[in-house]
Structure formats: structure tokens, C-alpha cells
């Protein structure tokens, strides 16, 4: 056969042909914020994805692109966007979507709009039959075929979740988007529902578990927890304090290995969603066994810490204990307490009994501040924060937001538990015991010198201040924190230092807590909602009765690194899910408020618009660019910055502005907003 020559124009006679010069590829992780607007994360930098350029790639997957400027802007800084050009690691395998019957083919669409893919269940399938599946019910599809560019997807149906008309769509969507689990084995459910708390034969067997019912210990919680996993207790002594915290010991009612255990491994948290949580633990556990409920016997891992006049930690003593809650105390009530606003008699029904509890948060609460002070001289770094928390009614619709900040009540709960951590963390690691620990690294210099230019911009960070601060100096940063508190420009220098820091991991050996300080830390004070906490509390135990070369410390020493990863790892997961789920509930509330007008504040750049803050509630929306009037934007991602072109006006983080609802989108988490000087459509 006669194989046809390649045409190679008008090349002269003696010359080599001209290849294209390949383009650089790029391996990094594709997120999908929304249809339309995507990045890849990739260990040379962050990069929006240009449009169309997603094509087979779904949020989450490791994926291979290349860079190029966007058409019409080749050579400008800045602007080169990342094309898919293969997906190396799938990270979705299952959706949840609405079944629809399209014969002889059965359809599934997804719920999550990130996901703008068809998906197709064969004649063959019988798994709609056999789930009893009919059109519009909700369905968890696995994905036998990803889609590409030229065909559909494959999928079958793994479950049947219920109909369109029985289920709060957007939660399903949050629970099936992020692989979370809503059910236990029936093997954990009969294991933890056989438990009893038993305390009297619990000290009658074990003669190292000190009995402190006399005690006066209260838990302070949020109004709507439903679990109680730490109690405190506190008073003066004649040179300084004694603090008790008391943590319930969910591993006495948790053997390892066992299947209430590895399903708790599976999870590693509990998942705080707008209407609901899914727990770590079966429910007869988490909220009556180990619960720490007023006046009711419970086991407890306790640690009694004593301290100078200064707040100065001397000796802290851990051991297993029993101890009877005497209140069930809320955050608002204690504050009210604490700022004059309310008696002691609003603490307790007995008035013995309240007087007590009195006291010991009047201690607690100059505790706190003593330790905030001991804290901040040895270089701990404090971020101002709040969280919006969506309240529902009976029916899961939104009613309004409650914003939580630090407050006395909280920071005083706070303090007591950080001190527990750091004091168990120093217990494990001064005898180089495996356990789970908190490990925050210092930022990376290349990171904080990065938000040089801004802050010195600002004037919150002074020209003799530069090395200090790219050296990763706590106290520069702490200074440069105080001086934009209270100021137009809290929330910019905030956001950069924030974005600087590193993410807490867990890891099977201590290197130190950089944002606290702390030259070991770890979780222990939540052994209810947190893996890593249980993990610490059987290495605590076995290094306070001597067993280092038990059975069960092997296996935990040799699985201890997987568990770190995955505690890691799933935390990031809940917290994601966590806020989603905020979203949705926000978007709804919002909702019922299209056209109002509300004022806020700039909290994100992007290329594609800004996203505003409403100071009221806290909600998030996005500003889009087409709606700034602007024209062009230039996007600086170092500055966090739009300018527009013609006007020369810059957009950054920390600008106030006021912005009109045009839109909610509750399935998507997504509110919508236009200058609220534009005018307003038809008008």
C-alpha cells in the first residue's frame, strides 16, 4: 500500500519542517465551584480553568492540563488559564441524582449542577426493577462509565433514597456529594445497644479509676447540643487554681477492632449539617452512655490541672475517673451570668448547688483571661472569627441566622479544654508515646512574604517588621493583627495572613502547634465526635497503666499513620459538607428576599466576581463581574484584586460595598447579588 506523503506547504528546498513546540502539562487537583467557574490546584501555583476547558473532568479528580492565555490576550500577565487535558485520578464514584425512564434507557440526572453530565442506565440493568425505582425518586448511581466528549455515562442504581416529595433535596445532595455515611452496620448498633454505663462496676474493677462525684462539675455547650462529652470544674487555691476537665471515656464502651469502633474509624468525625447530624457513634452511645447528662453517673479520662496566679500551667495529673454532672449549662446563659445580666439561681434548680457552680465559672472565667494573656506572650496567633449558623424550623425551613463569636462563655470552655490538649500532648510525647497528635507547621516564607506589599500598603506592617514577618514570627503577626482590629482593613489583612497559614494535620508523632504556640499539642476533649480523640485516650491509657508492648498497642502503633491520614483527610470533608449545607439553607432563607438591599463586605476576589459578606447574617453571594459596570477586569491574585480597565477602580478584599439580591438558588448553595445602585430591571 502506498502510504500519502504529508503536505508540508511551502517549505524551501533544504529546510526542516517546523513541529509546534509541545506545551508544557501540568498534574494537579481540578475544584469546581460552580458551572462556569473551576481552578486547578497544582504544586506550581493555583490556575483558573478557561471556559469549555473542564470537558471530561469533575471536581475533585486528579487531572492533567496545560496553560495557555485566554484568546485575545496572549502576552497579558497573569491571565493563563488550564486546559483539561486527561484525567489520571477519578475522585467521584457515586452521585446522587433523579431517576427518570427514557425507554428503553433509564436516565439519571445529578443533583449536584457542578456535575453537567448525562448519565444512562442500559436495557440490561435491571437495577431500577429490582430497587423498585420510579421516575423522579432519589437514587445513589455508581458510575460504571465516565462520560468523555463524545458519549454519555454508564451508571447503575445502588439505592433507592425516596421520593422527590419525601426528602429535603438540597441535605440528600450535600449527603450523597460528599460520600457521607447516614447509616450504622447492624453489628455496631447491637454492640453499642448492649452498652450500660455501669460506674459502680467500673470502680469496683478497677481500683485506678478515681471516684469524683462530689465534685461540682458542669458542661457548657450550645444551646441545641445534644451530646455531652467535656465537663469542667475550677477553684482558687492559696496560690493560684485548680482546674478539672473532665472528658467522657467513650473508648471504656468502645473495644478496639470491634464494629462499632472500625465504623467510628471509617467516618473519624461527626458531621454537623444545617438540619441534622450524622454522628460518629451509634446513638445510645453518643448521646446516653456516654453523654455526660446532668446528675447522672458517667465514666470520664480526667485531667486536673493546677496553676499559678499567673495562669502559669505547674503539674497537670491525668487519670480514668466517675463523675456526676451537677448542670447542663448553655453558652448564653453563662454569659449572661458572667456580664451581671443574670442571678446565680438561673444555674442551677438547687440553690446549694448553684452557689457552687457560681464560684467555679467565676473562676473559669479569670482562668481565661489569664490564660489568653500566658498564651499570647509565648507567641500564640488568634484570628478573629465568626460562624453563621441558619436556625429551622420543625420542618427544616429557615427562620433566620445566629452568628456565634468568642465570647467569656466560650473562650472560658476554650481555654480549659486547650489546656487539657496541650497538657496530655506534653504527657504523651515527654515519654515518646505513638498517639495521634495536632501538628500545625510554621507558614512557608515564600507564603507570608507574599502579603508584604499589601500589608505594608495598609501600613499594618512596618519596613523593620519585613524579615520578622517572612521568618514566620508569631508576635509580628499578632502586631499586625491589632493594629487593623476595629479598622476598614481587618478583613483583608485577616484574609492574607489567613491564607498564609498552613492546615492542621494529624500525625503519629509530635512536632508542635505553630498557631497556639504549643510545643505539643493534640485532640482529646471530644471523644464523642472526633477519631483522633479516642485514639489519644488509649494511648493515655495504656501509658498510665504501663503497657507499652500490649497487643493492642501494636496494632494501634502500626495502623496509626493510615488513621492520621484519614482523620485529616475526612475532616476537611465535613467541614466542607458542614458549610455547603449552610449555604443551601442560606440560599433559602434569601430566597424570600429577592430585590431587598443589605450591606456587606468584600471576603473574596475572583476572577469572575467578588463574593460579599452581608454583615447582618453572614451570608455569602456572589457579585459577578459583568455586574460592576466595569467593562474588562483586570484580576491580580496576589493582591486579591479586580480593576477595571477604563475607570482605573479597584475591587479588593475588605471593601465595603451594598448589593441588591437578584437571585437564590437554594440546590446549589448559591445567592446572587447586583450593586445595589443599578438600577433594578424593569424600572
Not at 502586631?479 to 476595629?486: C, F, H, I, N, W
Request: net charge negative; charged share 30%.
Amino acid at each position: 500500500m502506498t502510504r500519502k506523503r504529508p503536505h508540508h506547504g511551502n517549505r524551501r528546498h533544504g529546510q526542516h519542517p517546523v513541529h509546534a513546540k509541545p506545551r508544557a502539562t501540568y498534574v494537579g487537583t481540578l475544584r469546581v465551584a460552580r458551572p462556569g467557574a473551576a481552578f486547578v490546584q497544582t504544586p506550581e501555583g493555583e490556575f483558573p480553568v478557561a471556559p469549555r476547558g473542564v470537558r471530561e473532568g469533575m471536581d475533585g479528580d486528579e487531572v492533567q492540563v496545560t496553560l495557555q492565555a485566554p484568546h485575545g490576550h496572549a502576552g497579558r500577565e497573569g491571565t493563563r488559564m488550564a486546559y483539561v487535558q486527561g484525567v489520571l485520578h477519578r475522585a467521584t464514584h457515586t452521585f446522587l441524582g433523579t431517576y427518570d425512564q427514557l425507554d428503553p434507557l433509564g436516565a439519571v440526572v445529578p443533583l449536584d449542577a457542578r456535575m453537567k453530565r448525562d448519565f444512562f442506565v442500559l436495557p440490561e440493568d435491571d437495577s431500577p426493577r429490582r430497587l423498585g425505582v420510579q421516575p423522579a425518586d432519589v437514587v445513589v448511581a455508581r458510575i460504571l462509565e465516565y462520560p468523555s466528549r463524545q458519549s454519555a455515562g454508564v451508571v447503575t442504581i445502588d439505592r433507592r433514597v425516596g421520593s422527590s416529595a419525601e426528602l429535603d433535596m438540597d441535605m440528600e445532595a450535600v449527603i450523597a456529594s460528599f460520600g457521607l455515611e447516614t447509616a450504622f452496620s447492624d453489628a455496631a448498633l447491637a454492640e453499642a445497644n448492649a452498652c450500660q454505663a455501669d460506674v459502680e462496676g467500673a470502680l469496683v474493677s478497677d481500683p485506678s479509676r478515681v471516684d469524683l462525684r462530689q465534685e461540682c462539675c458542669v458542661t457548657v455547650d450550645p444551646t441545641d447540643a445534644r451530646d455531652f462529652d467535656d465537663a469542667v470544674s475550677a477553684r482558687r487555691t492559696d496560690d493560684g487554681y485548680e482546674v478539672g476537665v473532665h472528658i467522657a471515656d467513650v473508648t471504656h464502651y468502645l473495644p478496639w477492632g470491634g464494629p462499632a469502633d472500625l465504623e467510628a474509624r471509617r467516618r473519624t468525625c461527626s458531621v454537623y449539617l444545617a438540619d441534622r447530624v450524622l454522628p460518629m457513634l451509634p446513638e445510645h452511645l453518643c448521646n446516653d452512655v456516654c453523654s455526660l447528662v446532668p446528675n447522672e453517673d458517667r465514666l470520664c479520662m480526667s485531667v486536673r490541672l493546677t496553676l499559678d496566679s499567673h495562669g502559669n500551667v505547674r503539674s497537670a495529673k491525668a487519670a480514668k475517673s466517675a463523675i456526676r454532672s451537677k448542670a447542663r449549662l448553655d453558652y448564653d446563659t453563662v454569659e449572661r451570668f458572667l456580664e451581671g445580666d443574670a442571678d446565680e439561681g438561673r444555674l442551677a434548680a438547687d440553690a446549694g448547688v448553684a452557689r457552687s457552680v457560681a464560684q467555679g465559672l467565676r473562676v473559669l472565667d479569670e482562668v481565661a483571661r489569664l490564660r489568653q494573656r500566658v498564651r499570647r506572650e509565648r507567641g500564640a496567633v488568634d484570628f478573629d472569627t465568626k460562624e453563621a449558623k441558619v436556625t429551622l424550623d420543625q420542618d427544616g425551613t429557615p427562620t433566620g441566622v445566629v452568628v456565634r463569636q468568642k465570647t467569656r462563655a466560650t473562650s472560658l470552655i476554650e481555654e480549659a479544654m486547650l489546656m487539657a490538649n496541650e497538657a496530655v500532648a506534653a504527657m504523651l510525647a515527654q515519654r515518646d508515646w505513638p498517639a495521634a497528635f495536632r501538628v500545625h507547621e510554621s507558614p512557608a516564607p515564600d507564603d507570608l512574604r507574599s502579603c508584604v506589599g499589601v500589608l505594608m500598603e495598609l501600613d499594618a506592617l512596618h519596613a523593620d517588621e519585613v524579615d520578622r514577618l517572612v521568618a514566620g514570627d508569631p508576635h509580628t503577626i499578632q502586631q499586625v493583627l491589632d493594629r487593623v482590629r476595629g479598622t476598614s482593613e481587618e478583613y483583608l489583612a485577616n484574609a492574607l495572613l489567613l491564607r498564609a497559614q498552613k492546615r492542621a494535620i494529624y500525625l503519629p508523632h509530635n512536632q508542635g502547634h505553630y498557631a497556639l504556640g504549643a510545643r505539643a499539642y493534640c485532640h482529646f476533649t471530644s471523644p464523642i465526635r472526633r477519631y483522633p480523640d479516642d485514639v489519644v485516650h488509649r494511648a493515655l491509657k495504656a501509658m498510665l497503666a504501663g503497657q507499652a508492648g500490649s497487643r493492642e498497642q501494636r496494632q494501634i502503633e502500626t495502623r496509626l499513620p493510615q488513621i492520621c491520614r484519614d482523620c485529616s483527610e475526612r475532616e476537611r470533608v465535613a467541614d466542607s459538607a458542614s458549610r455547603a449545607s449552610q449555604k443551601c439553607k442560606m440560599a433559602q432563607l434569601y430566597a424570600e428576599k429577592i430585590g431587598q438591599s443589605f450591606s456587606g463586605i468584600v471576603v473574596g476576589v475572583e476572577r469572575f466576581g467578588l463574593f460579599v459578606m452581608l454583615d447582618d447574617t453572614c451570608a455569602e453571594g456572589l457579585l459577578p463581574t459583568r455586574a460592576l459596570g466595569e467593562g474588562w477586569c483586570r484580576f491580580d491574585a496576589d493582591r486579591m484584586t479586580l480593576t477595571g480597565e477604563s475607570s482605573g477602580r479597584v475591587w479588593r478584599l475588605g471593601k465595603r460595598v451594598a448589593v441588591r439580591v437578584t437571585d437564590a438558588n437554594p440546590s446549589r448553595g448559591q445567592i446572587d447579588f447586583e450593586l445595589a445602585s443599578a438600577p433594578r430591571a424593569g424600572r
